[in-house]
């Protein structure tokens, strides 16, 4: 597996973020502040654009921020967690968002956020705390943080981040921003869209930092939405498009899917499950059910290095490690294929996993989610 680093990541955060408003989308009226739905919208969508160019700094900017951690990085392993390897995103992310929280927001003469030094100090919510804390934030950081926000556009008047940050000792300062003052009012709108996402702490990476905004149509919080259309945009172009195909041919073909990085396709009148499809920085995977093969020979080809995938790890762990003599999963479930005279068995929690990036294999899986959904209609 290559190594990742923090233009990897970028690329992937830049990938996911959501890339269009729906025309018929309307801001809950708590969340209007007096501006018209046109207006709301613009400033969502200069919201999504500073994210692009966020995550396009941040990458040119790779040798600058958090080089001895970001080395652990290694996706797919234990050392998997962008908010411990490469913690300038979510400091930045604390940042903004408290920005957007706090300050007040004034549209005459000019969009601007007015903001109490001392509000900036106010803890996170119980549960976003331990992971996410200004107050923790040591002042090298915040001097960084303040630093690069000012090179993307920002504008902190009345307030000099070119020396220590003790935001009690500081009284109020106006934030703007003059390539596009509309940005200011998207800032505002999507933090109040993570405010609103019910949950058991803020999500920055999943919700602020993607420009999630459809929490904004509600009164009261609800869980956020996951959609695999726009959590695809992260994958190379060639599996982005097979993953959209796939789930059009299974929607359009009386099929649900629900999941976050995993979604699982169940058809709903059979309520069989299809497929998941697992979805990270490292790649699409997806597990079929295989109901329509029950043991038997398919009709297509595999390749080599999908028989290796399926030999890797075969049977269940659990199973075997309660009867040494373990032939068969006692979990059951739809995960067994004889090919060319080879048996091929997976638990019920396990199955096969394909990888997405061959494009032969890609074509092989394409039928065999065909003959599946066949199968349990």
């Known amino acids: 597996m290559n190594p990742k680093d923090l233009s990897d990541v970028c690329k992937y955060m830049k990938g996911i973020v959501i890339a269009h408003t729906p025309n018929n989308f309307i801001v809950a009226e708590p969340f209007k502040h007096g501006l018209s739905n ?12 500073f994210l692009y160019k966020l995550y396009d700094k941040l990458a040119e900017n790779k040798d600058k921020f958090d080089v001895k951690t970001g080395a652990k990085y290694a996706p797919g392993t234990g050392e ?6 490469f913690p300038i995103i979510t400091d930045l992310a604390s940042i903004l968002f408290s920005l957007g929280t706090h300050g007040r927001l004034e549209t005459h003469p000019v969009n601007e956020l007015v903001v109490l030094g001392n509000d900036m100090q106010m803890p996170f919510p119980p549960g976003t705390e331990k992971y996410f804390s200004l107050s923790k934030l ?14 993307l556009g920002f504008y902190f008047e009345d307030i000099n981040f070119s020396e220590e940050v003790d935001f009690s000792k500081i009284g109020t300062f106006y934030v703007k921003y003059d390539d596009d003052d509309f940005l200011i009012i998207g800032l505002k709108l999507l933090a109040e869209a993570q405010k609103n996402v019910k949950a058991k702490y803020y999500q920055f990476a999943d919700v602020f930092m993607r420009g999630y905004f459809y929490s904004l149509a509600n009164v009261d919080p609800k869980p956020q939405i996951h959609d695999i259309r726009e959590l695809v945009g992260g994958q190379a172009p060639e599996v982005k498009e097979w993953v959209l195909n796939i789930d059009k041919f299974l929607r359009d073909n009386g099929c649900k899917v629900v999941g976050d990085s995993s979604f699982t396709y169940t058809h709903q009148k059979t309520k069989k499950q299809i497929c998941k499809i697992y979805l990270s920085i490292t790649g699409g995977v997806i597990r079929p059910s295989l109901y329509h093969l029950a043991g038997g020979q398919p009709t297509y080809e595999l390749t080599d290095s999908m ?3 399926m030999r890797g790890g075969r049977g269940c762990g659990i199973c075997a490690e309660k009867d040494p003599n373990f032939v068969h999963c006692r979990h059951g479930g739809p995960y067994c294929v004889t090919y060319n005279d080879e048996y091929f068995e997976r638990c019920r929690y396990q199955g096969f996993n394909f990888p997405l990036h061959d494009v032969e294999e890609r074509e092989i899986l394409k039928k065999l989610i065909e003959s599946e959904l066949l199968c349990v209609s």
């Open 38 to 49: 046109d207006d709301l919208k613009t400033g969502i969508d200069a919201f999504r654009k």
């Open 138 to 151: 040591a002042t090298k950081r915040k001097m960084e943080v303040f630093d690069f926000l000012s090179d």
């Open 307 to 309: 028989l290796e995938y």
């Open 80 to 85: 998997d967690s962008v908010r411990k390897c």
